[in-house]
């Protein structure tokens, strides 16, 4: 099916190449699969000519995705989120816009020929354990031109960041992109205890991939209403400046001192749990970072002995009423992210337990919610202000069903 994928690229490239309108813009997520993905768009456009518009996206938004779609004859690109959202997109475009969609996540196929969905999830790769945003955007730009396999250090840097290993190591198309990378002189593979341990080669030295990764994660979460994704694009397509090294430590400094703080706050009472699920609420209390810091803060507790290994980990944030380059936007919406700790990544991946992208998106639309970007391993989605304990109640019905 691997072809079938190349050739749906070669499709939507020709369509692409004969549109009239020469302006692209382009919608990412902020983690760093996101923010490589957003990159290597970036410079695939710009080297074939066209007028590059970026914008980072937190979650396609049905209320930002309608203010998209009031315009026609536009050309644009979703990046690491909506190939589930498909079917949507296809009924606000109905013909009017070239979309092409390039994700990872679990995806259904488009019923409007002029939107293109991308996701290699229709053909046969999963996105939790073969193939990145990133890599899937490092494909589509070789495809489109061969000189961008110069781009393969920052996909196999976004393959890494979204940390989808099989025993310590990249597999698949993420693995055939790390070894392009090694073979151009950018990367390094060392051996070690766990799998593997990935390097980016720079001329100060290599960096470990993993810490890159997190380098990008802070710019692009904590500083997603402070120009992060922006600074991490640039860190992703030039390096890390000093300029980039400022912003990181005082992102970093409000990212330490409100992860401490919610810690302290579990530890005395906050995470609550049901038979199945352990959640908390942030409220407003990780302002003025963005909401992709609660699944950072998940995966932070995920291990610890704050956890019990055999529930899963929910944790709900306030989405702010604004997104960066369109403005106020009322929601009145929490985002819901969702982790699992090492035991129960083993029980998913064996069958033993239910992925939370079976539940999640399930119980979320039972509520009128939104879902998009779910893996089996690492999952999100939004429902209305005052919903949160109704979301945990019927994801606990689908799990006693099972």
Known sequence: MFNEFISAMEKAIQALRQWPDKTVQIFHHNDSDGLCSGAILTRAFEREGLDVR????????????????????????????????AP????????????????????????????????????GLKGDRDITAST??????????????????????????????????LVSKNRDVMMEAVQQGMMEIEEVNHGEQYFLKTSKGNIPCDEMGAYLDILGGAGYYQKGPDMAVKVCLEGVSS???????????IKTKTFDTEMQRLRTGALKKSP?????????????MGVKMIGLFCETIQDTDLIDPERYIAGFQRIPDEIPGFGPIAFNQVKISMRVSAHMETEIRTGRAMGLNIFLPEATNRLGGFS?????????????VGREEDLIAEMEKILRAQ
């Open 372 to 384: 998009d970007a779910c893996h089996s391993l690492t999952a999100a989605t939004t429902v209305a």
């Open 54 to 85: 970026r914008f980072c996206l937190e979650k396609p938004y049905p209320e930002v995705l309608r203010r998209v779609y009031e315009k026609e004859g536009r050309i644009l690109i979703f990046a690491d989120f909506a190939g589930r959202i």
């Open 276 to 288: 199945h699920i352990q959640w908390f609420h942030v409220e407003d209390r990780f302002s003025p």
């Open 243 to 253: 300029e980039s090294d400022r912003m990181l430590k005082r992102l970093e400094a």
């Open 136 to 169: 899937t955007c490092f494909l589509f730009a070789q495809t489109m031109n061969p000189d961008n396999r110069d781009m393969a250090g920052i996909a196999a840097l976004g393959a890494v960041g979204d940390k989808f290993f099989v025993e310590g190591r």
């Open 88 to 123: 949507m997109l296809s009924e606000l475009n109905q013909g009017r816009n070239l979309t092409l969609i390039l994700d990872h996540h679990v995806a259904e196929p488009s019923t409007d020929p002029k939107l293109h969905n991308l996701d290699p999830d229709l053909y």
